[in-house]
């Protein structure tokens, strides 16, 4: 039994607003270095952990917890769109196994997602159909939001479903780290967006979908130049947070309140909770170790941008 894990932050601007080439060149290294180790690791099954932007999920039913037994990608932002390769009944099995070990998990036979699923799929494998895939997706922009010790579970139930399975097992982490983009909330949303949040939003109009791109592109281009203008990163929580899960240290993180994070670290850091559940789901296999470690502040895709790479101990 083996498995391995990969966390890595996404970004819709990729393409649209870039840093400077050297720190590109670093980031296409590191998902380099992490593509090649999971080829050398050649996965049979990968867990993928990722939230959504109010591009799949809607407060019409807004679940803390979805697992996927179809998925399809809407290819936002030119990420890649299509299908996924589900295998449907073992991710039924996953679900029943989740929800007899006491996590309340909700699932879907017409998942719609967005980049965050995506993007990682195609950077780290090579395309979204390439390897048979479970989605699970976590709520982390739909208050009320699910806590960091539920998160925990979800991924540790994960993690003693896949054990049994007996295959090579890669668990991806989406998303995270400090950011804030501009994500339209329920509170304060005028008509037209309170009636797309509750889920007239699943199937936008193409220019109205380029509409919404483009303001998070203009967002970007205005945080460049001053980084007031949202939500400030935080390397030092970023780094903090890494440093736990490399540690083994992924309870701790169950003392974390969602007010304290999204005033720390703005109120899309909480996509951390794919990289707690990812690491967790790990933990089910026993003792891990970090492979390879990346982190930079990048302040043109308005995100602490990091990766990290570990795997089972276990034989």
Not at 54 to 69: E, L, R, S
């Amino acid at each position: 039994m083996q498995a391995r894990l990969q966390c890595l932050s996404h970004t819709p601007l990729v393409g649209h607003v870039d840093p400077v080439p050297h720190v590109l060149d670093e980031v296409n290294g590191a998902i380099a270095s992490a593509r090649a180790s999971i080829a050398a690791f050649d996965p049979e099954l990968v867990v993928l952990f990722s939230p959504d932007h109010f591009n799949g999920f809607f407060y019409d039913a807004m679940p803390p917890f979805c697992i996927g037994m179809q998925a399809h990608a809407i290819g936002d932002f030119g990420t890649p769109a299509g299908p996924f390769d589900v295998p449907q009944a073992l991710a039924r099995d996953c679900a029943q196994a989740v929800l007899e070990d006491g996590v309340d998990v909700a699932m879907s036979y017409s998942m719609q997602v967005d980049h965050g699923f995506s993007q990682p799929l195609d950077y780290l494998l090579g395309g979204i159909d390439t390897h048979p895939v479970i989605p699970v997706f976590i709520n982390a922009v739909a208050a009320p939001l699910p806590t960091f010790a539920r998160s925990r579970a979800l991924g540790l139930a994960i993690g003693r479903f896949a054990r049994q399975t007996g295959k090579r097992v890669l668990f991806i982490g989406s998303g995270g780290l400090s950011h804030q983009p501009p994500v339209p909330e329920l509170a304060t949303a005028d008509a037209h967006i309170r009636d797309r949040l509750l889920g007239s939003g699943r199937h936008l109009p193409p220019e109205e979908r380029q509409a919404r791109q483009q303001r998070v592109i203009n967002a970007a281009l205005q945080f460049v130049e001053d980084q007031n203008s949202l939500h400030p990163l935080n390397p030092a929580w970023d780094q903090r947070f890494m440093e736990t899960l490399a540690q083994g240290r992924i309870a701790e993180l169950d003392g974390l309140s969602n007010a304290d994070v999204s005033r720390i670290a703005g109120k899309s850091t909480h996509e951390v909770k794919t990289w707690v559940a990812a690491f967790a789901a790990l933990s089910a296999y026993g003792d891990y170790e970090v492979l390879d470690s990346y982190y930079r502040p990048i302040p043109e895709w308005i995100a602490g941008f990091g990766a990290m790479g570990a795997q089972s101990l276990a034989a």
